[in-house]
């Protein structure tokens, strides 16, 4: 059985200040995480994904992520946060199974 | 080119109708998954069809179903509706599964947002 675990529900953080989302998996198998972003009343946009290439991802909107193995995380960083980076974010992991499986989402809060 | 497309936008039903929701996938991809998104339970996955067939469900009733059609549209059917089946309903497309499914991105539509009265 695979699962993700996004630790924060919610992430609170000032305009221009650094971003961290945490996402930890479990795998039985090579793991292809995602992270997607989902503004109010929208569908889920991808921001960037590890498929056991470079460890270090770019996305957009400058977005990053690191695919830890050994401490089983993929966590998404920003190094300042806009206004409108204010949305839910979902850590998503596939392998060994077609259904891909999503985190709880964590709800980034941008203060000005 | 065009994205994932879902129609209608909303969808407003009552108790025990029936509700048909639709989604155009990604020109080339022939994977079709649907979720549902209650408030407070995150994404739950409801279906998955490739070319077709009906590849593998959630933990759902019966009264969800759907279809895929030979252009690779899909439509989801939700019978005798409950007040809990309000929800905003995602459908994703993906490139054909025999090609390392495991890593094929998953794009998203805008959903639509059904509300049993």
């Known amino acids: 059985a695979q699962s993700v675990t996004q630790l924060d529900s919610h992430v609170s953080v000032s305009e221009g200040t650094p971003v961290l989302l945490r996402c930890n998996y479990s795998?039985?198998?090579?793991?292809?995480l995602f992270w997607y972003v989902q503004h109010p009343n929208k569908g889920l946009q991808l921001l960037l994904k590890?498929?056991?290439?470079?460890?270090l991802v770019k996305g957009i909107n400058g977005f990053e992520a690191e695919f830890k193995k050994s401490e089983t995380s993929f966590h998404l960083t920003k190094p300042s946060a806009h206004m409108s980076d204010a949305a839910e974010y979902f850590c998503?992991?596939?392998?060994?199974?077609?259904?891909?499986?999503f985190g709880r989402g964590t709800s980034l809060i941008v203060h000005p | 080119e065009a994205g994932v497309t879902q129609s209608p936008t909303h969808l407003i039903k009552t108790r025990g109708q029936q509700a048909t929701l639709r989604c155009s996938p990604i020109s080339g991809h022939t994977s079709v998954y649907w979720y549902q998104q209650a408030l407070g339970l995150g994404l739950q996955f409801l279906l998955w069809?490739?070319?077709?067939?009906?590849?593998n469900r959630g933990n759902f009733p019966p009264r969800f179903s759907g279809r895929q059609f030979p252009n690779y549209s899909s439509e989801l059917n939700v019978n005798a509706l409950e007040l809990e089946d309000s929800a905003l309903y995602l459908c994703?497309?993906?490139?054909?599964?025999?090609?390392?499914?495991?890593?094929?991105?998953?794009?998203f539509g805008p959903g639509t947002r059904l509300t049993v009265l």
């Open positions: 590890y498929t056991s290439a470079a460890t």
């Open positions: 069809y490739d070319e077709g067939e009906e590849r």
């Open positions: 994703a497309s993906s490139l054909r599964f025999q090609r390392s499914a495991s890593t094929d991105t998953q794009y």
């Open positions: 795998s039985s198998y090579s793991p292809s």
């Open positions: 998503v992991l596939t392998g060994g199974s077609y259904i891909p499986t």
